[in-house]
């Protein structure tokens, strides 16, 4: 499966965004779907995930309350909502896909940047 996220850019502390991610090769609802970023100079960090029928989601704490994932698997589409982005939200953005007997992420899509300035 490919995936490709979308929808990053510049905005200000406050306000709210929509990520997309949209996969081609093979549905989405075979997948359990991840979203993930990586500020400059840090690790990569795992954000939410969502079951492959859109019920169960897990989120870190430094995004639960203020993100919110959600999916269309019959558009192939997963989307991060972002609320309340704080300049230290600032990174890029990555959607990924694993099957749900597994626990690693087997497919990455391209980042989408997003910038929070102050």
């Known amino acids: 499966v490919q995936l490709q996220a979308s929808g990053g850019g510049l905005v200000q502390a406050g306000d709210s965004l929509t990520l997309t991610c949209v996969g081609s090769?093979?549905?989405?609802?075979?997948?359990?779907m991840g979203w993930f970023r990586q500020a400059p100079g840090k690790e990569r960090e795992f954000l939410v995930d969502?079951?492959?029928?859109?019920?169960?989601?897990d989120y870190a704490n430094s995004v639960k309350g203020r993100f919110t994932i959600s999916r269309d698997n019959a558009e192939d589409t997963v989307y991060l909502h972002m609320n309340s982005l704080k300049p230290e939200d600032t990174a890029t953005y990555y959607c990924?896909?694993?099957?749900?007997?597994?626990?690693?992420?087997?497919?990455w899509g391209r980042g989408t940047l997003v910038t929070v300035s102050s």
């Open positions: 990924a896909a694993r099957y749900e007997f597994t626990s690693q992420y087997n497919y």
């Open positions: 090769g093979r549905t989405l609802s075979s997948y359990r």
């Open positions: 969502i079951d492959w029928r859109g019920g169960r989601s």
